[in-house]
């Protein structure tokens, strides 16, 4: 049997006195590592391979992830002109001097891991196929299981790692990804998705170069203010492409610190790391304790971006959202319409309203509680989750059954891992507040963070939900707010071991989620943080949608929707009619068009419905009345997308019934520049080719397009014969297309 020695400096030798170097020989063991026969592992879905090699030293490599290929062991003995080629999941130690997948300080102070393959499993269930394999440190015994799971249909690949401590002493986890991918191309566009409040997700695109790019949150509670933990490269291209070329996406479950790194090394390849932030988590790990990192989801398609988000968006539906793919019902929203000022009579009146326009839920935002602190502006109340009778004196149960009386459902807004500190709660248990010796306790929005490391926070966290759920039979809804990120972190439970913060807030947040969802299996959860700074695929998989952003003017959402259509379903995204001026932007559009964009996810309202005239009414009733027609399409169909708002004047996109017999299409006419264009000429996508669609415009008595009411063949609309006019700025057309 070949052996093959691990070489540790003994550098110690060079700096001892002369005589002690005489002395003392030169002894260095090396633990041997049994070589083995090379082998392939591969990880396939119906359009997309990856393949693991095994080498004859152990080292587990990663050789091809693209378009499947018939007979891959044939990439087993690769010569890849660069030794042993990407390893599959980097550790940092030995001859690995990249950025690494794990990175491990030993109790005597020792950095070096060097992950070596032992065994690997495959088993299946249903669509899904999951590949384990083990390697392991020889030196220290310390083991990493790699997860892959293949989703077939989807061509999604999720994976993970579990790190195990298999020695004696406890090690200091410094950086743990949860994945590492290597890409080779010529050139890589990275796309990804960066912003702020009411500005979240905006486009970023720019080719990697060497160094290492580096996308992060170390906002503790929010994961898409500043980036969100997703992104698409666009393999051997400058241009960004929705239809062609080769593109890898992938996206980070974790809603809390994150980092996605991108390094172009030396030779020219991108090694692609996804896992929780390292930033002051470097995580103690006892012996026989395991880590447990979160999924990074990754595709790959050959038909650009719109290819890889239709991957995503079919695989969330069916398992990266809660309920995914299911209806979900619109709704008016109470917060722009009445902020904090409100009492039964408001509300009621908002039922009434809400009822008449054909909506199917009431929600009652920010603003029901606090007694001995009422809820009258930010700036107080949070954690004091008891009803204010001055408001409400009838109860929410007496809301709940004006709503259902109405035929409506209620939800209620909630948001349990804040405190004010104006608030019973501050004054009780100033311990449970997220804080630093001695240092300033900072407020954002008047409030603070509960430590949810703390095991009596999640208790109260999860009895806060539990409560609200009883306040009325027949809640169905929560809007889950948290609207401030972490400062000066501090967790007074946690006392010296403050590197587990970051991560345990999480985790202590999932474990509070994972007994709402054993308890409320079927109440819709809205994930909601100022907006949409909590966006990501770990809190999705325990809600049924995502509060896009605060930002409902329609202009402003043609690029926020956009960019969210990447990497997110439209059947998660909420989306508000909302007053103009907007209050946020301040921008006039018309009420077609704000009911247009809203249209394109989870239709909702959010406006004091009082305020519009029986015209505007009229046209609401009608919009509403036609999404309920078409909905289904934008909760279930596959997306194209047409023409993008950052690099067109006009914003067009379709949502296609899987078997190709329904679509809806959506244009939008941001900047009109000419009159003398005419029609502007569009070619539709996702359709059959060889069959006639009837194409019926929406909300309108006039069609702005001269083909309306008649039928197609698909070949004849995507091939440019669609051209409506949308004369004018914020002019926009929906239009659905059944086979005859
Ligand atoms: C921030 C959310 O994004 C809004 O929709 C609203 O719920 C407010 N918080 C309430 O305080």
Redesign the pocket.
Known sequence: MKHITILAAALLVAVMPAEARKAKKFTHQTVEIPAVEPQSIVIETAGSQLVLAVTTDRNLVLRHYGAPVKDAGQFTHMDTGRGNGAQAYPAAGGTFLGQAALHVKYADGNHNTELRYLSHSVKASGGVKTTEIVLKDYVTDLQVKLVYDAYRKENVICSHSEIVNGGKKAVELLEVASSSLTLEADKYLLTHFHGGWAYEMQTARELLDFGTKVIESRRGTQTTQTENPSFLVSLNTGEFSETSGEVVAGALAWSGNFRLSFEKDETGLVNVLGGISPFASAYPLKAGETFVTPEMIWTWSADGAGGASRNLHRWARQYGIYGGGTVNPTLL?S?EGAYFTFTTPTLTGMIDDAAAMGLEMFVL???WFGTKYPRNS?KSSLGDWDLCTDKIPEGIDYLASYAHGKGLKLGI?I?PEMVSRVSELAEKHPEWVVQSPGRALYEARWQWVLDLANPEVQDFVFGIFDKTMQLAPGIDYI?W?C?RPVYSFGSPYLGTEQDRFFVEYVQGLYSVMRRIREKYPDVLVQC????GSRLDYGAMRWCNEF?TS?NTDAISRSRIQYATSMIYPACAMASHVSAVPNHQSGNVTPLKMRFDMAAAGRLGM?LQPKNLTAEERALAYRCIKSYKGFRDLVFTGDLYRISSPLDSDYYAFMYVSEDKSRAVMFEFCLRYQNRATGGHLLRLAGLDPSRKYLVTEQNVDTSCWWGNGQSFTGDFLMSGGFNPVLNGSNASAIFVLAAR
């Open positions: 929203n917060w935002d920010d603003g930010d807004w948001e809007k707010d609207n909601c943080s100022s907006g509060w605060d959010e």
